[in-house]
Nanobody, 125 residues
Framework: QLRLVESGGGLAEPGGSLTLSCVASGFSLDVYGIGWMRQAPGEERKDVACVSWSGINIIYEESVEGRFTVSKDNAKNTTYLHLNSLKPEDTGVYFC??????????????????WGQGIQVTVSS
């Protein structure tokens, strides 16, 4: 059974940090790119970050550039999103999605093969 499960969300203060995990089951991450997207209240889902299947190419949405870091640990079948210097506008439900041979060359509309259930991140004082 193919599955992605996010964890690590919760409440953080502005300027604080959180680490989200995306654990893959039923398939190997070594041939899948992983995208992270966020859906803020009242808004559509937006791209946040993407790491290619090879782990070589990584891209970030402009608003999180320099603050968030995505990494891929194929041995653990887990992708991480490190959220640093958090801002209230980072609040939302974060989703990880898998795309076979995803290259993450740029953000563009395309379908992911599989999505996690999403996890809430709230940044507030």
């Amino acid at each position: 059974q193919l599955r992605l499960v996010e964890s690590g969300g919760g409440l953080a203060e502005p300027g604080g940090s959180l680490t989200l995990s995306c654990v893959a089951s039923g398939f190997s991450l070594d041939v899948y790119g992983i995208g992270w997207m966020r859906q803020a209240p009242g808004e559509e889902r937006k791209d946040v970050a993407c790491v290619s299947w090879s782990g070589i190419n990584i891209i970030y949405e402009e608003s999180v550039e320099g603050r968030f870091t995505v990494s891929k640990d194929n041995a653990k079948n887990t992708t991480y999103l490190h959220l640093n210097s958090l801002k209230p506008e980072d609040t939302g439900v974060y989703f990880c999605g898998a795309r076979e041979r995803g290259r993450c060359l740029r953000f563009a509309p395309y379908e992911y093969d599989l999505w996690g259930q999403g996890i809430q991140v709230t940044v507030s004082s």
